[in-house]
Nanobody
Framework: QVQVAESGGGLVQPGDSLRLSCQVSGLAFINYHMAWFRQAPGKEREFVAASKRPGSSTYYSQSVEGRFTISRDNAKKMVYLQMNSLKPEDTAVYYC??????????????????WGQGTQVTVGT
């Protein structure tokens, strides 16, 4: 059984940093792309970042490029999202996802079969 579990969310101030972690079990992690998506209240889930298997390339949305960094530890079956210079508009539930989409579809949430429950990130008061 595949399990995906995020951690590390919280309440921070604008300009602060936060690191999210995601633990995966039940699949051959090194063979899967890993991605982070987020969903703000009243909005659709959106792509944030992805790490191509086994970790040679990364992809980012325009809104986070230069501020967020995705990384993975294949031995530990972990993926991380380092978030710097956080802004109020980064407030959302952040989800970790695992799948094997074609690279042309790596930003599409519907191409990932395995998801965590999400972790809340709130930026601001």
């Amino acid at each position: 059984q595949v399990q995906v579990a995020e951690s590390g969310g919280g309440l921070v101030q604008p300009g602060d940093s936060l690191r999210l972690s995601c633990q995966v079990s039940g699949l051959a992690f090194i063979n899967y792309h890993m991605a982070w998506f987020r969903q703000a209240p009243g909005k659709e889930r959106e792509f944030v970042a992805a790490s191509k298997r086994p970790g040679s390339s990364t992809y980012y949305s325009q809104s986070v490029e230069g501020r967020f960094t995705i990384s993975r530890d294949n031995a530990k079956k972990m993926v991380y999202l380092q978030m710097n210079s956080l802004k109020p508009e980064d407030t959302a539930v952040y989800y970790c996802a695992s799948g094997t989409p074609a690279l042309s579809a790596i930003r599409r949430s519907d191409m990932y079969p395995y998801w965590g429950q999400g972790t809340q990130v709130t930026v601001g008061t």
